[in-house]
Structure formats: C-alpha cells, structure tokens
C-alpha cells in the first residue's frame, strides 16, 4: 500500500497565489522530501525535512512536518507560470532510508 | 556535471523480444534503483542496489532483472516484456555513506510494448 498519500490530487491556482499541498503517510519516518516534476521529465528533488524537524524553508517554498499526525504539506509562495508541475513526496522510512516510498502526486497548473 | 543518464530514452519493442535500459550516474553514489511510472499509480520501486554486486527487490519485481557490476552502472533488463511493462522507466542514485538521501533522477526512459 501507498506509505504517502497527496491531496489535492489536483490544483490550479493564478499567478501569484499560495499553493499548499499536503501529505500523509503511515508508518514512522527517517525523513520526507519533495520533488517535482516537470511533464515526463525525471523528478527535481526540491526539500527534504527529518523527523525532528517541524519546518524549514528553502526559497519559496515551506515545509511543515507533524510527525504525530503523520502528515507534511508543501507551500510554494507567490507561484509563477514555472511552477506548474506534478509535486511528489517521498518517505524514507527509519530501517533502510535509502530506499524512498513516493506519492502519486499532486499536479499544480499556475494560471497567467 | 553530476548527472543519471539513461538510454534509450524512447523504445518501442514488441512482446518476449529481451532488451535492456542502460543507467549510468557520475556522481560516484552508492546507491543506485530503478522505478516505473504509471497514471494515477505514482512511482513504484522496482529494484534497488545498496552497492557494487548488492542487489534486492522493490515492490514491483517481477518481470526484471538488474545487476551492479560496476558503481557507476545499473541496467535493467527485461528478458521477455509484455505489454503490462509499457510505462516511463527512472532511474535514480544517491549516496547513503554521506547521509545524503536526496535521489538524483534520470530524464527517463518511455517503454511502449506491443
């Protein structure tokens, strides 16, 4: 079964709003990133959070992580038509966290 | 520049004809695994490879085959494909002696099987 479950599966939003996606996961983690992906094109790993960590900030983006909620969520400020994209998370779990479970996805569409 | 290739890059192959996707990364990372993409399935790990000659299974196996030979190369072969394995096909690396657990990702490789 899915360790990361996204939601929305789908977002469209204007240029220049937040967009907020969020993730829940079932088990305990070493840590979760997020990546994105352009249409077809090999995942961008864009922020990894550990399990001790609440939240960090890289850019635009903010990640926020309740580790007793098992969820996380991705806020990308003040988006751009380049932002449109599918974005992924990614759990590596405490044993092996290497290996990366993802989600299926959010697709994020950034309207001019 | 760091990179995972991959190639072919497009393939369209017909049923039991074996052929192999070749990945190779430059970034010296131990770790090395294969995933698909399919609609509304997100990606799913096929196999995975700690190190050189260290292989295991991921959630999705059957039908593939891998082996790491060398660090820098992982191929995965598919000895007779069906038309279930049409997908887009990406390969990742890291490195976990670094703690690093950021995947580095291939542009991929979209296999159609008729």
């Known amino acids: 079964s899915q360790q990361g479950e996204e939601d929305p599966q789908a977002l469209s939003i204007q240029e220049g709003e937040n967009a907020t996606m969020n993730c829940s996961y079932k088990t305990s983690i070493n840590n979760l990133q997020w990546y994105r992906q352009n249409s077809g094109r090999g995942l961008v790993h864009l922020i990894l959070?550990?399990?001790?960590?609440r939240e960090k900030h890289s850019g635009r983006l903010r990640v926020t992580l309740d580790t007793s909620k098992k969820s996380s969520s991705l806020l990308i400020t003040a988006s751009r038509a380049a932002d449109t994209a599918s974005y992924f998370c990614a759990t590596a779990l405490i044993q092996g966290a290497q290996k990366l479970v993802f989600g299926q996805g959010t697709r994020l569409t950034i309207n001019p | 520049e760091a990179q995972v290739t991959q190639n072919p890059r497009y393939l369209i192959t017909v049923t039991g004809k074996k052929l192999t996707v070749t990945c190779s990364q430059n970034?010296?990372?131990?770790?090395m695994s294969w995933y698909r993409q399919d609609p509304g399935l997100g990606l799913r790990q096929i196999y995975y490879?700690?190190?050189?000659?260290?292989?295991d299974k991921g959630d999705v196996p059957e039908g593939y085959k891998v082996s790491r030979k060398e660090k820098r190369n992982f191929p995965l072969i598919l000895e007779s494909p069906s038309p279930n394995q049409t997908s887009l096909y990406f390969c990742?690396?890291?490195?976990?002696?670094?703690?690093?657990?950021?995947?580095?990702f291939g542009p991929g490789t979209r296999l159609t099987v008729t």
């Open positions: 990742a690396s890291s490195s976990w002696l670094s703690s690093s657990y950021e995947q580095y």
């Open positions: 970034m010296n990372h131990e770790y």
């Open positions: 959070i550990r399990s001790n960590e």
């Open positions: 490879s700690m190190n050189v000659e260290v292989t």
